[in-house]
Nanobody, 124 residues
Framework: QVQLVESGGGLVQSGGSLRLSCAAS????????FGWYRQAPAKERELVAG???????NYADSVKGRFTISRDNAKNTWYLQMNSLKPEDTAVYYC??????????????????WGQGTQVTVSS
């Protein structure tokens, strides 16, 4: 059974940093679209940062220059380094992977997996 487990959230002061981790188990993910999303109270979930299957990286305008997404294939883990945090970054952060591949097995129907979420709170 595939599981994504986030860690690294917490309470930080404005201007501080956090690094979120998303550890995958149950399969290896060498190919797919990897992303970090967030959802603040009374707001829709939004994409914060993503790594496409071709290696392209994109960020929400609100986090460009402050957040960095990365992957460690050997650890089956991806990360979100968040610097210069602002109170408006407060949200529950979720990691996500969309892929046709579980290990070396191809599935015509794309699989979509989410972590349970980790709270990030930035105080002013």
């Amino acid at each position: 059974q595939v599981q994504l487990v986030e860690s690294g959230g917490g309470l930080v002061q404005s201007g501080g940093s956090l690094r979120l981790s998303c550890a995958a188990s149950g399969s290896t993910f060498s190919r797919g679209d990897f992303g970090w999303y967030r959802q603040a109270p009374a707001k829709e979930r939004e994409l914060v940062a993503g790594i496409g299957s071709g290696g392209s990286i994109n960020y929400a305008d609100s986090v460009k220059g402050r957040f960095t997404i990365s992957r460690d294939n050997a650890k089956n883990t991806w990360y979100l380094q968040m610097n210069s945090l602002k109170p408006e970054d407060t949200a529950v952060y979720y990691c996500n992977v969309r892929t046709h591949w579980l290990g070396t097995t191809y599935y015509p129907r794309q699989r979509d997996y989410w972590g349970q979420g980790t709270q990030v709170t930035v105080s002013s």
